[in-house]
């Protein structure tokens, strides 16, 4: 890949993405380089990080990482966007990791459970019903790109609740 001065780079290599700290994050541990559907990869690394690191913390720790990494990653999130001239770069995906960690943290624990969850969560990811179309469109910096994931994790926690009401999950 060259770069050139005023172009956006649509195509990052794998060695652009793992040359940077903020780049190996916001590209959600290089899963932003896999096509088709880099986000739909980025939310299963985060499934991954949730069963292995994150599903047993204590709830005041997982506030912690959440918001943590939420504001690291508004911060990756802009400057990769700067750099390859493209505000929010399908490949940026640690919003998808974070917004899942949220969903996953707050709905019931079992793998079926996960699993429903988490496909809630890509459907309105790529769906974004209002008012994640509005955050997606009016946001284009670092907190857009995570902000708008978060709303659609708030969607997806709604649905979720109404399932557990309705006994469809538990």
Known sequence: MTERPGQPILRPSA???FARPERILAFGLGSGLIHPAPGTWGTLVGWLLWAV?????????????LLLSFGIGCWAAQRCGDA????????????????????????????????????????????KPPPVSLCDRRFK????????????ALYTLLAGALLVRLGVLS
């Open 53 to 65: 690191l994150l599903h047993g913390l204590p709830d005041g720790w997982m506030v912690l990482v």
């Open 141 to 152: 910096n670092g907190f857009g790109v995570m902000i708008d994931d978060i709303v659609a």
């Open 15 to 17: 060695a652009w993405v």
């Open 84 to 127: 390859l001239g493209v505000p929010d770069h399908g490949g940026i995906n640690w919003d998808e990791i974070v917004a899942v960690w949220l969903v996953l943290w707050l709905m019931p624990h079992g793998f079926w459970a996960q699993a429903v969850s988490v496909a809630l969560f890509r459907f309105f990811d790529i769906v």
